[in-house]
């Protein structure tokens, strides 16, 4: 006996779990057999004494119970049970691999448990990190904003997709797990086998591919695929990412990037087929002496567009490369738009356009710390910007003080600017127009400088514009008076301001006519748009003459516009029209009188004293 005993606890030595006996009492509790070395095996509780102790008394109340219940339901079954259970003994959490056999007497009565365990806490723990790891990645994959595949390499079974990938190409998750991978791509089934396993081989985890949606779009994608076991199967998990549109700006800048190549080769040979031709030209022995006047004069305007186009490339090299430095001044604003207006004056006459400038600040007030001749290039740059694209009307030009700011506008009555250029207008190597086919000459650098010195300077800028009506460029600067100035009360106004809104030139030279002798100083606008952007821009506005039926926007709107930002504008309708729905019309509009053309002086002038409290001479 004692030789069996000796052979069986050998045994129970070298195999890799533990072996115990509960006796099963009559009382229905359990307590432990004697501590031998068959359950002295038991992993973690070696040097206990587990000796006719309950599961209690071994385990203490907690972790006593829980054993307690499993050993209930073996001795109830009869039969052999198989169990996980953790249970917190030495102070730690223990994962435990039982099996509980039932031992029977001779006349069927379960007097004994023979059990075995091992201790798997360790793989337990495994399992649960997988368990994690796999919610993890579930949740991760399932609410992430970017298109998420998990392919079948072996054979292109979309085996899962995330809600983005659903929203992106029009089938519900539920549809694109049914799919295979070429019903979205258009390779055929046996190319899109091959790329994966060159992935796979090779280790290339970038593909540039075209996917195509549910409603038959195909749409430029870059694939990121890498392999992922899952379930022992190897799958490719790819992250897609639409680069449609960023492939189509880069199509469209190397476009415009051409365009502007072309363009300023064109402006570079253009002037110096002038120089050249005319430098030739001046060597012939038999030229007059007006001959040579004019031929000297062509290349001097050549050579002055030559040195502009060169000034401008020199400006965009060096923002680009950042070595653009303020250099700031004392700078007279009124002064400096004074002699702009002036260079101005020839070109605009030469033109036949109406050229106006307003000041907004006294001479003395206008003196602010900047750097003049950034803030001339800008000023300079726009209103070249709106003589080259005016051909009737007039240019407006002037600033005006907005706080702790100066905001200058340019308004002229051009060719405006289509919607969908108003965004680009500012950019690099963009003109509203850069085809060869266009009227204009220019680089089309001028405002992307223009953009960049604003900002250097402190301030932004912004273009309003209507096609065919005109366009407002207005930017600002921070107001630095360059010494401390006292604040004065502005006296009242010893001439007056007038708007005429009218689109006939003789209408409008018909009113300066009858109001001439008088202090009066004329804005002129060609259609409603510019009336609003004038009257918008030019506080010492006091009364506006605004025609009904005129182009763009007719005179109800640009007045119910005005009233809007002045409420307190004398505005004085004027039309051929004479019903009175007409009239009411123009009341409702926030007209203050109506006057009906042919135009009386004298009912003009009444009309014009009630309005303003003033005496003409």
């Known amino acids: 006996m004692l030789e069996n005993e000796q052979y069986l ?30 359950n002295a095996k038991l992993i973690g509780i070696l040097a206990v004494d587990f000796s006719g102790k309950t599961p209690v008394e071994a385990f203490g109340a907690e972790a006593g119970n829980t054993v307690n219940r499993n050993y209930d339901v073996c001795v109830k079954g009869g039969i052999q049970i198989k169990y996980e259970e953790c249970i917190h003994f030495h102070g730690k959490e223990m994962w435990w691999e039982t099996a509980l056999n039932p031992v029977h007497d001779a006349s069927g009565h379960i007097y004994r448990i023979i059990g075995t365990t091992t201790e798997v806490t360790e793989r337990r723990q495994q399992e649960i990190a997988l368990k994690q790891s796999e919610e993890r990645f579930r949740a991760m994959f399932e609410q992430h904003s970017a298109i998420q595949l998990i392919v079948d390499p072996e054979t292109g079974t979309i085996i899962n997709a995330n809600k983005a990938a659903a929203d992106y190409y029009g089938w519900s998750v539920e549809e694109l797990c049914t799919m295979l991978l070429h019903q979205i791509n258009p390779l055929t089934h046996e190319e899109l086998l091959g790329e994966m396993q060159t992935g796979i081989s090779t280790g290339i985890n970038q593909f540039s591919f075209q996917h195509r ?14 392999p992922i076991i899952i379930d022992g199967k190897k799958l490719f998990y790819s992250i897609i990412h639409d680069v449609t549109d960023r492939i189509l700006a880069a199509e469209e800048s190397d476009r415009l990037k051409s365009a502007f190549l072309a363009n300023i080769s064109h402006e570079i040979r253009t002037p110096m087929n ?43 090299s060096k923002i680009d490369a950042k070595e653009v430095k303020l250099v700031e001044s004392e700078t007279s604003v009124n002064l400096l738009v004074r002699d702009l207006l002036a260079f101005s004056r020839l070109e605009a006459d030469k033109k036949g356009l109406r050229l106006s400038c307003t000041t907004g600040l006294p001479d003395n007030e206008s003196i602010i710390t900047t750097d003049s001749g950034k803030l001339t290039k800008i000023l300079t740059n726009l209103i070249q910007n709106a003589m080259k694209f005016t051909s009737k009307g007039g240019i407006d030009i002037g600033y005006s003080r907005k706080d702790e700011m100066l905001e200058f506008y340019v308004i002229d009555s051009g060719i405006g600017i289509p919607e969908d250029n108003k965004g680009k207008i500012f950019e690099r190597f963009h003109q509203a127009d850069n085809s060869l086919t266009r009227a204009h000459e220019g680089s089309g650098l001028g405002l992307s400088i223009s953009k960049a010195f604003v900002e250097m300077l402190g301030g932004t800028i912004h273009v309003e514009s209507v096609e065919g009506a005109g366009s407002t460029f207005s930017f600002t600067i921070p107001y630095n008076p360059a010494t401390h100035l006292p604040t004065a009360n502005c006296p009242l106004p010893t001439v007056f301001t007038f708007l005429i809104a009218e689109d006939d030139d003789v209408s409008t030279l018909l009113l300066k006519r009858n109001l001439k002798g008088e202090d009066i100083t004329f804005l002129c606008a060609e259609n409603g748009w510019e009336a609003v952007e004038l009257a918008q821009h030019h506080p010492e506005i006091n009364l ?69 409290h003033w005496k003409s001479g």
């Open 9 to 38: 606890i050998s045994i129970f030595n070298d195999v890799n779990f533990s072996v115990f006996i509960v006796d099963v009492l009559r009382d229905g509790t359990y307590r432990y057999k004697e501590n031998d070395a068959v």
């Open 544 to 612: 506006v003459l605004m025609d009904i039926k005129m182009p763009i926007m007719n005179g109800y709107e640009a007045t119910r516009l005005i009233k809007e930002q002045r409420p307190d504008l004398p505005i004085i309708a004027q039309s051929a029209f004479t019903s009175k729905e007409v009239r009411e019309k123009a009341k409702e509009a926030g007209c203050n009188d109506f006057i009906t053309k042919p135009i009386s002086k004298s009912e003009l002038l009444e009309k014009m004293r009630g309005l303003l």
């Open 213 to 226: 949606k549910k409603d038959g779009t195909l749409r430029d994608v870059e694939v990121f695929s890498n």
């Open 274 to 316: 002038g120089i050249m031709g005319f430098s030739e030209l001046l060597k012939e022995p038999q030229l007059s002496g007006e001959e040579q006047t004019e031929y000297l004069g062509l290349i001097q305007q050549s050579g002055e567009r030559m040195l502009a186009l060169i000034n401008d490339l020199m400006d965009i």
